[in-house]
């Protein structure tokens, strides 16, 4: 299929129009026009990008791209070295931050929650993004976070005590610690996210509410990989997911 293709479909079906991002949504380096092999990884790493064009990758998808907010616009050092390294290859870089977390179906919260057997109830959070709701069914802390680990691959830091049982949650991946303080509002048991700050080790001990930092990179593989195995079901793609074992 064709780039253009390819990405007026990502973009309508992630609704990206609806988002203020912190990043562009969409293609980010433009390379051959057509696409038959598409790669996706969290993040737009040079490791990502070696592995996926040695692939033969046309296209790659990410979550985390390039071209941030107040990042420096010049194309120097690890940028040069990344971008000189797509355009050598004449592959594409499309990335979706906030409209991927988001997606009810493909999101990184959809599938977080879904690997993890949690029933969405509702979402919260900057436009929506978050998602609470409830465990298949209660466990005590030290439980969960023994499951989380086990799917995620990953040990998660856990502020609670272990005991108490567990049935409502709220979550969300990556960097979302800021919005402890919305889901302790919520009434629930415990928060999952992939980041943790020190204040939140405090409204955890002072509410009651547990809080779980499982990871940024490992709360967010999943949704890239969803919507790489969408987009090759539909249109009759080549998909691989390139993974990267980070500490955090």
Sequence with gaps: MQLNELRDYIESELAVSRF?????NGVQIEGRAEVRRIATGVTASQAVLEAATAWGADAILVHHGYFWRNEDAAITGIKKRRVAHLLKHDVSLLAY???????????NNAQLGERLGFVEKGSFGEQDIAMHGVLAQPQTLQQLARHIQLTLQHEPQVIGHANPNIERIAWCSGAAQGYFEQAVALGVDAFLTGEISEQNVHVAQESGVAFIAAGHHATERFGIQALGEHLADRFGLEHRFFDQDIPV
């Design 20 to 24: 203020r991002d912190y990043c562009p």
């Design 97 to 107: 931050h906030l409209p991927l977390d988001a997606h009810p179906d493909l999101g």
